[in-house]
């Protein structure tokens, strides 16, 4: 399996355009998790989805955030409009089941920069 | 969300045992204890995790003491691949969430 798959690597965009950001989990995996990165404040959860199913979106910090899961192999995170202080690398994980002794895989991460 | 503390920095001869710390006197019953490694750049790697009694596989050891309050993670021959900084986590697992706190910043040394 190649693993959970993030794109775009890396992605520059002005302050107050619309940003996706894309996951695919590994295959047969049914939770799915989005984390933001920054130097300030680490490693944030911001929503996990269990089943396709939002669970927990409490991390998400602003209505400008939303992310979807319309099937089993396919998320986003979409920020609309961004802000220069989005810029942060976020990353998708996805493990085979909540609630079970299982680990999170994660992908390498989108670099987001919002000038 | 984060109930471990971890020292914010250590270092390690290249080839000798990594002995990493971490505190969670808050755990509870059903909580296990994860570590996780965040190599620069890269995502976070999964390492071990255990709920009471200890634990091995081929990337460390994992300890736990007897009232669950604190765990050791060792690894047995530090190399300079193992450079990264190193995650403890408990998590009951209902949701499979992990809230990463700041973690130890490993140093192996040549």
């Known amino acids: ?115 | 969300d984060a109930k471990t503390t971890q020292p914010p920095s250590m270092d390690c001869a290249e080839g000798r045992a990594a002995n990493l710390p971490c505190n969670h006197s808050t755990i509870s019953g059903n909580e296990y204890v994860y570590w996780y490694r965040q190599i620069h750049s890269q995502g976070p790697q999964y390492i071990i995790h255990g709920l009471k009694n200890n634990e091995t596989n081929e990337m460390a050891s994992l300890i736990i003491t007897e009232d669950r309050k604190s765990s050791t993670l060792i690894l047995p021959h530090a190399t300079l691949r193992d450079t990264a900084v190193y995650y403890c986590i408990v998590s009951a697992n209902t949701g499979n969430q992990f809230y990463f706190g700041t973690g130890t910043s490993l140093t192996v040394i040549p």
Not at chain 1, 82 to 87: A, F, I, N, Q, V
């Open chain 1, 1 to 115: 399996d190649a693993g959970v798959i993030q794109s775009p690597r890396h992605e520059v965009t002005e302050m107050g355009q619309e940003v996706t950001l894309r996951c695919k989990p590994i295959s047969g995996h049914n939770s799915l998790f989005w984390y933001r990165q920054t130097m300030m404040r680490g490693l944030e959860l911001l929503i996990y989805f269990n089943n396709n199913v939002p669970i927990d979106d409490s991390g998400m910090p602003e209505d400008r955030f939303s992310a979807k899961m319309p099937n089993a192999s396919f998320s986003t995170l979409k920020i609309q409009p961004s802000e220069p202080r989005d810029s942060a690398v976020y990353f998708c994980a996805s493990s085979p089941w909540a609630g079970m002794n299982t680990e999170a895989f994660f992908g390498q991460g989108t670099r987001l920069t919002v000038v």
